[in-house]
């Protein structure tokens, strides 16, 4: 039985749990770049993919039983907040790259997570900064529609890179309203609160090259080619 079917029966003594999460997050770092356990903010990784087969449930605090969730699969995205020591074993602080309960999990059971770029993105995104300054990497046009039932028609947009396929676009509606989509590991995540909604009411998907969204009543096209280079 692994370590993560021990923890989701959770029918076993606490010590027996413990010492089983604290056997498996035993961490080798001396291949791993310098830093990269750090949290964004101290220059380390922005996320990590989980490379568990079996997935990996996410604890309270290092070394504990107790569970925030669900498991989180194989090959799933965590944003990070920073690693930690606790009795020798190093443990991350983390959450699904697109919500969900926040928790801890063992650091040898994960790898810095490549963005679309094939790069593996280190300190704070700087890309909302820089697009509410207006410091644009890339302007063009796209399909956008502010009101439900509107005929798309072209928008301009400013768009602000970061590395790891993040991305903060502003689109500019005819009467001149803007609104920022923000995008990280080269998916869509959420727009700005606006009049028109919270900016978490969303339908998106990727289609040939092309990210389809809808935010509350509008709609945007936006071509994978603007938001973020591809390896």
């Not at 994960?110 to 790069?119: H, N, V």
Request: with cysteine; hydrophobic share 40%; charged share 20%.
């Amino acid at each position: 039985m692994t370590c993560v079917q021990v923890l989701r029966a959770l029918s076993v003594l606490p010590l027996l749990v413990m010492l089983c999460v604290t056997a498996h997050a035993q961490q080798d770092t001396s291949a791993v770049p310098d830093g990269i356990f750090a949290a964004p903010q101290e220059g380390g990784a922005r996320r990590w993919v989980v490379d568990n087969p079996d997935g990996l449930a996410l604890l309270v605090a290092p070394g504990t039983a107790e569970t925030v969730g669900g498991v989180v699969a194989q090959h799933a995205v965590l944003t990070n907040f920073g690693c930690t020591d606790f009795l020798g074993a190093l443990w991350c602080d983390v959450r699904p790259l697109h919500g969900g309960p926040r928790g801890y999990v063992p650091a040898d059971a994960l790898s810095p997570a490549k963005g679309p770029d094939g790069i593996v993105a280190r300190g704070v995104n700087d890309s909302v900064t820089r697009a509410r300054k207006k410091r644009f990497d890339i302007r063009a046009e796209v399909p956008c529609a502010q009101e439900q039932g509107e005929a798309l028609a072209p928008c301009p947009i400013g768009i602000a890179r970061s590395d790891g396929g993040d991305a903060t676009a502003a689109v500019t509606f005819r009467n001149g309203f803007s609104r920022y989509l923000f995008f990280m590991h080269g998916a869509f995540i959420s727009a700005s609160a606006t009049m028109s909604g919270a900016g978490r009411d969303t339908d998106w998907e990727v289609r040939g090259g092309t990210h389809y969204i809808r935010a509350d009543d509008q709609q945007f096209q936006i071509p994978n080619a603007l938001l973020f280079a591809q390896e």
